[in-house]
């Protein structure tokens, strides 16, 4: 980040704590319609649009480390396989075989030169051309060159692999935009992982995420832990195209040392990380699914699958820069989002998703009518705004529609706060 940039995070922070109301021009919120979290309707338009066209998290170089490893990957109900092939590229193809549909591989995950359905013995090599079938003189014509397995958009960010179920998707970059470029201190190219954990939890996974997006709850669910080291304050949000946001607060200093709700001492630094990934609580929420604070020791995303109306997969990742490093984690880190030995959130989590199926109960009621938002959760209703856009508005029942009042003059680059810092600089 460059120091015109940390300069102006800096003022935009005294900005929010000194406002008594939202920056003038900002809109005022409609209601979130309740039945975006609980409409059979709207949970349907979200598996056919959202989860089919945008850019998902599917997994980490470390997962399929050398060529011939794959990984099984079925988060959105599209069983898929994920390939480390011969020439050091990562590929997704569906796992299914194109002969009788059967799964070309049962196992999560392993090491094979080729991928040979059990069922009848299609084989096919890791870029998923067909290679051989059992008794082929029994099939007439058998074109092998259009019967290789299905293959689904693959891209990687560094070490972190990407997939799209939509072959007219914008590239990966394109995608993230000015995010791509702000991530590039964080080293993801040098990335290894730690591990990752998975829990279910019993909400729709946009309650799960929405706890994430926010820190107006930081002083109600987290006042022992979150809030006496975060300035909720001087939060900055920032909208991006595509739905993607970010939120930057200071970490309160103590003893002339920044504070911070997570324990990274054992995690190596990363030394390319500007001041305010040092000093401040950086989050940024890639749409869908995806909210990381970033750090310069770690990049630990959190994931929120659907797996049901009223019920989501929660997984925690961690990360930490290891260039040049091979083999296995040191034994020392250990996922941060969880107790040392995976088994349980840590209290920090466990905070944020105490209440999420008490929620998802209350929403179910009849005195649920909908989500008036505040300035302070604004992140909430620019994700709304852009899945209405991927699903298409006209195909969303004008009941359960979001009003698109947040305008492109407040995605970044834009920042029209900065405006009004001036406005009353000149104005003194």
């Not at 008594?20 to 349907?44: C, H, N, Q, S, W």
């Not at 698109?404 to 706060?417: F, H, K």
């Amino acid at each position: 980040m460059e120091q015109k940039d940390i300069d102006n995070l800096r003022l935009l922070m005294e900005f929010e704590a000194a406002r008594t109301a939202p920056p003038e021009g900002f809109p005022k919120l409609p209601d979130i319609p309740a039945g975006r979290y609980v409409d059979p309707r709207f949970y349907e338009l979200e598996k056919a649009h959202i989860w089919r066209k945008a850019w998902l998290f599917a997994g980490h170089i470390d997962e399929i480390p050398e060529p011939g490893c794959f990984k099984l990957w079925d988060n959105t109900g599209q069983p898929l396989i994920l390939v480390h092939d011969n020439d050091g590229n990562t590929g997704a193809f569906y796992n299914t075989c194109r002969h009788r549909g059967a799964p070309v591989v049962t196992e999560a995950s392993g090491k094979r030169s080729r991928l040979t359905c059990k069922y009848h013995g299609w084989s096919y090599d890791l870029n998923g051309d067909l290679l051989a079938v059992r008794d082929a003189e029994d099939f007439t014509g058998l074109d092998f060159s259009c019967r290789g397995l299905k293959p689904v958009r693959c891209e990687r960010f560094g070490n972190l692999i990407f997939v799209n179920f939509d072959d007219n998707a914008v590239s990966l970059l394109d995608w993230l935009g000015p995010v791509a470029e702000e991530w590039r201190e964080f080293q993801f190219e040098n990335c290894r992982l730690v591990s990752r954990q998975a829990f279910d939890l019993q909400c729709n996974w946009k309650v799960a995420m929405e706890a994430n997006t926010e820190v107006y709850h930081v002083r109600s669910i987290h006042p022992t832990t979150v809030a006496p080291v975060l300035d909720d304050r001087r939060n900055v949000n920032v909208f991006y195209a595509n739905g993607h946001g970010r939120m930057v607060a200071p970490n309160k200093i103590i003893d002339n040392k920044p504070q911070s709700a997570m324990d990274r001492a054992a995690f190596p630094r990363i030394d390319t990380v500007s001041e305010i990934g040092r000093t401040c609580t950086q989050s940024y929420g890639v749409f869908p699914n995806w909210v990381s604070p970033l750090s310069d020791q770690t990049i630990p995303p959190l994931l929120f699958w659907p797996t049901g109306i009223n019920s989501c997969r929660f997984e925690v990742w961690t990360m930490y820069h290891g260039a040049g490093e091979g083999g296995s984690p040191p034994e020392e880190l250990n996922n941060v989002w969880t107790t040392p030995d995976g088994s349980e959130l840590n209290q920090v989590l466990q905070e944020d998703t105490q209440f999420g199926a008490w929620i998802q109960k209350a929403m179910e009621s009849d005195g649920f009518e909908g989500v008036p938002l505040s300035y302070q959760e604004a992140r909430i209703y620019h994700w709304n705004q852009w899945a209405d856009r991927m699903i298409g508005i006209d195909n969303i029942p004008e009941e359960l529609r979001v009003a698109q009042v947040i305008g492109d003059e407040w995605l970044a680059p834009n920042e029209p706060r900065l405006d009004l810092i001036g406005s009353n600089v000149s104005a003194g």
